[in-house]
């Protein structure tokens, strides 16, 4: 699908479709077009636009928010600590077959952790940071279960104020605010 970050493609392909039914329009005309089209006043509301939200590195490279994959040995005491006491969701589990290693998704607003008992995939003792907003409420939370393992503080770093809470691998995540 084609956003207003192609209107200048866009205004070329209607000029050249105009052309075949005999209707001559300029370039500029045909910017203008496309810009009302996408409900802008004019090509240099639309430009603008286009600049903002442009990228100022190379426009083929794009990155998505990096996945963390931490290591575990125990599928019931991994599930007891991400979903049961931080409250994520499980959203899918991989096995090559029985009796082999999981392989799994959880997520939680917007963060989103692998965890594997895979052997080659990650090493115990991995450190994730997560910047967040709520890290209070989240510190509450955490607390009100009553998770026997893990009581977390909340301390102030010079970065922001930080809940640091080390799963049964010795994985640590620092949610930070």
Known sequence: MRTF??????????????????????????????????????????AAKIENESPTTNAAVSFGPAIPILRIFDVAKAKEFYLDFLGFTLDWEHRFGDNFPLYCQVSRSGLTLHLSEHSGDASPGARVFVRMNGIDALHKELHSKDYRFMKPGIEQQDWGLEVMVIDPFSNRISFCE
């Open 5 to 46: 970050n192609d209107a200048k493609a866009i205004a070329k392909s209607l000029r050249q479709a105009l052309k075949q039914k005999n209707i001559e329009i300029s370039h500029s005309e045909g910017l203008e077009l496309v810009a009302a089209g996408f409900g802008f006043d004019s090509w240099n509301v639309l």
